[in-house]
């Protein structure tokens, strides 16, 4: 393996090559700052299949098992600070090197690090959507309706899972009392893009033109086994891009790499960072 200081030599170079570097980060970005991530170093999925948005629109009990979990998993998300690699990412920013920032993580923790223009592929956690009169109300808000009709559950202990899920036992969840909109009394659901639905158009035209303006693409932290940022790796290789990544473990696009520094971003980064701005 490589010595960090050649690591980030390597990522020096490719931003004094190409100027205009896109970044697409994933969940190792934010793994230093207590959020746990989907994937082991073999990209093998951990803990429990996620919920389908298919089956959480039509299905009371699948419903009732995501509040439970959220409720019990979201209020160490929501407390997690960004960490020195989202706080690296956001110097590169405002030092001109990035031409934009796609990020499949929907922690919100680039932005409370300074990063502007981020396109969120997958949602934001903190935001909630009624899916009957499509009222838009906060996640905070939603925690207070949660804990008012779910007394027994508040302060339950269990084992974070990633965006601010929780591994929580079904016995927990049998008097469990979903929340309803406020306005309509219509069913609630996270404004993230569950497993099995697509990422909205917007979203997906947002990074596609990213990709398109850049001339290099840089991931971070990402295995990139979901095909709608894969999608982007691909974009930028056929279109003769240098396709790199900060990444510990495989990801989906190795045989795209031009390089992969196999560390953790919140060590390389912040020293990539310093030696570009120097």
Wanted: net charge positive; proline share 6%.
């Amino acid at each position: 393996m490589k010595a960090q200081a050649d690591s980030v030599g390597e990522l020096a170079d490719l931003f004094a090559r190409y100027p205009k570097v896109l970044l697409l980060t994933g969940a190792g970005i934010s793994t230093a700052s207590g959020i746990p991530d989907y994937r082991d170093r073999d990209g093998v999925r951990r803990g429990n299949a996620p919920v389908q948005g298919p089956e959480f629109r039509r299905n009371e009990a699948v419903r009732r098992r995501y509040w439970a979990r959220s409720m019990v998993g979201w209020p160490a998300l929501a407390r997690a600070e960004p960490n020195d690699g989202h706080r690296a990412i956001a110097a590169l920013q405002a030092q001109g090197r990035l031409t934009g920032l796609v990020t499949q993580n929907v922690d919100g923790l680039h932005q409370r690090a300074g990063s502007a223009g981020v396109v969120e592929l997958h949602g934001s956690i903190h935001a909630v959507v009624c899916l009957d009169c499509a009222a838009q109300l906060t996640r905070r808000l939603v925690q207070s309706l949660l804990e008012r009709d779910n007394a027994h559950l508040a302060g339950a202990a269990a084992l974070p899972a990633p965006d601010g899920d929780a591994h929580l036992e079904p016995a927990g969840l049998a008097d469990f009392r979903v929340p309803c909109c406020p306005r309509c009394g219509g069913t609630l659901k996270p404004d993230v893009v569950f497993f099995g639905d697509g990422v909205p158009p917007a979203s997906s035209a947002a990074a596609q033109r990213a990709t398109a303006a850049a001339d290099a693409l840089l991931l971070v932290g990402s295995s990139v086994m979901v095909y709608s940022s894969f999608r982007l790796c691909k974009m930028a290789a056929t279109a003769g891009k240098p396709v790199a990544a900060v990444n510990l473990g495989m990801t989906r696009a190795d045989h795209l790499l031009a390089f992969k520094t196999a560390a953790p971003a919140e060590q390389v980064l912040p020293t990539l960072a310093r030696l570009l701005g120097a």
